[in-house]
């Protein structure tokens, strides 16, 4: 790939990770509206929390008011870290019956209160001939626009489903989005969108196909971390341009789990490494040679994602493995300058340039400072980790990079 796509490429990625994490929007209101063909003193018993059909996207389990002031304690189906549902205390104010109101959160079992320091929401019940005008508001303050575009999209689901509620008494879960046909078409869109920067023929095709199946993997070996850890859901989405993420069913339980499930991207892809540079070695023993490159390229491609991904970045898996099995800030410190040294060794053993590794080293340390701060404080402090597994997830950790750093070397050797 040329100097400057590359450039292009990391800046794009650089830049839309900033927008979509760091970029500070200040106090923002999503409001979207939508008519329901149901009689609006109907409807407020399934919006209001306290409602005979409260129950009816099966999301609130239960509630009961606290106090004649608006306090009320809601429980969700939702999972909490101990597999039990999350309890919630809300207040609830300018509440006129059959028509509207607002609510805060003042805690929850799941996160710190400073989560819901800013967050408001309001319901809105308008009639309109034998339908329902239902607005719905939230407001928080927000630092990205991920979480903003994510609460605009849940919004316009729940709106979705409770017409469609009104309309069959029936509530379907889940979603287009997440549906595996919906996640294979956004693979394929992710290898297009990558296809450009290696080549608008059949061996860049082949290239963006290979990364596109390499970031599924790696996504592959987290959902199969969480589901070891008891997430009983697990699933990946496809993010064009910037790969993919795995999400468990419930929040971390301990320390130990965090480092498990970010190791377990390239750790699971470590195994798949020495089978391909056998099966590339064999292919060509036997004179295969487009089989032979191919399949290093896929080493390669494998080897390196998965090592890049283990540089002590703050949202890397590195990072969060690190985080979790180092005693202090200065083992944080020494360990981190420990694996990024390696990296930039090994980058330049594999043969890139001083120049490249500089890039390389100053853009990991952008991405630290971008994302540094950037995860959601649980309520409680995660269980700590045992002394014999921070030493098994140090010594799983030289493990992974030492595997993933031969596939990097043996790979820039037959493919130059």
């Known amino acids: 790939m040329p100097p400057i796509v590359t450039a292009i490429l990391v800046a794009s990625n650089l830049g839309l990770i900033f927008l979509l994490m760091t970029v500070p929007l200040g106090l ?38 606290l106090d004649g002031k608006g306090l009320a304690r809601i429980v969700l189906s939702w999972e909490g870290r101990d597999g039990k549902p999350i309890e919630r205390k809300s207040r609830f104010e300018e509440v006129v019956e059959g028509s509207r109101f607002s609510m805060r959160v003042i805690e929850d079992t799941a996160l710190d209160a400073s989560f819901w ?10 009639s309109e001939g034998g339908s329902t005008r239902v607005t719905l508001r939230q407001t928080d303050r927000y630092r990205g626009v991920a ?9 316009r689901r729940e709106l979705g489903k ?46 963006a196909a290979i990364l596109t199946s390499v970031v599924a993997l790696h996504e592959l070996g987290h959902m199969a971390a969480f589901r070891l850890m008891g997430h ?20 971390y339980d301990s320390r130990f ?23 590339s070695t064999f292919a060509g023993a036997e004179g295969h040679r487009l089989a032979a490159m191919l399949l290093a390229t896929l080493a390669g ?28 800030p200065i083992a944080l410190a020494l360990a981190s300058f420990f694996l990024l040294s390696a990296f930039l060794a ?4 594999a043969g890139f340039s001083s120049g490249f590794l500089l890039a390389a080293g100053a853009i990991f340390s952008i991405l630290s400072l971008l994302t540094v701060g950037s995860g959601v404080k649980p309520r409680q402090e995660l269980k700590p980790i045992r002394t014999i597994d921070r030493l098994a997830m140090a010594a799983a950790l030289l493990a992974v990079f030492a595997i993933h750093g031969y596939g990097v070397l043996w790979a820039s050797a037959q493919l130059t």
Request: aromatic share 12%; proline share 4%.
């Open 28 to 65: 923002r209101t999503v409001r979207l509206s939508r008519l329901v063909a149901m009689d609006r003193h109907r409807l407020w018993q399934a919006l209001w929390p306290l409602g005979s059909d409260a129950g009816w996207s099966g999301e609130i389990l239960s509630a009961e008011a």
């Open 162 to 207: 409770l017409q469609r509620w009104a309309r069959t008494g029936q509530y379907r879960k889940g979603g287009w989005f997440e549906h595996p046909l919906s996640q294979v078409g956004f693979a394929g869109l992710s290898a297009l969108i990558l296809w450009p920067f290696f080549g608008l023929h059949l061996g860049g095709l082949a290239v």
């Open 232 to 251: 009983s859901k697990a699933r990946m989405i496809f993010i064009p341009m910037l790969g993919g993420i795995a999400i468990g069913g419930r929040p």
């Open 346 to 349: 090994l980058g330049r053993q």
């Open 117 to 126: 320091a800013n967050y408001r929401e309001s319901v809105e019940l308008v």
């Open 301 to 328: 491609c494998v080897a390196l994602f998965n090592i890049a991904n283990l540089v002590p970045v703050w949202k890397f898996d590195g990072g969060q493995v690190l985080r979790q099995i180092c005693p202090g």
């Open 147 to 155: 979480f903003l575009v994510f609460r605009y999209f849940a919004m």
């Open 257 to 279: 789990e965090v480092a498990f499930v970010a190791l377990m991207g390239a750790g699971f892809s470590a195994f798949l490494v020495p089978v391909v540079i056998a099966a």
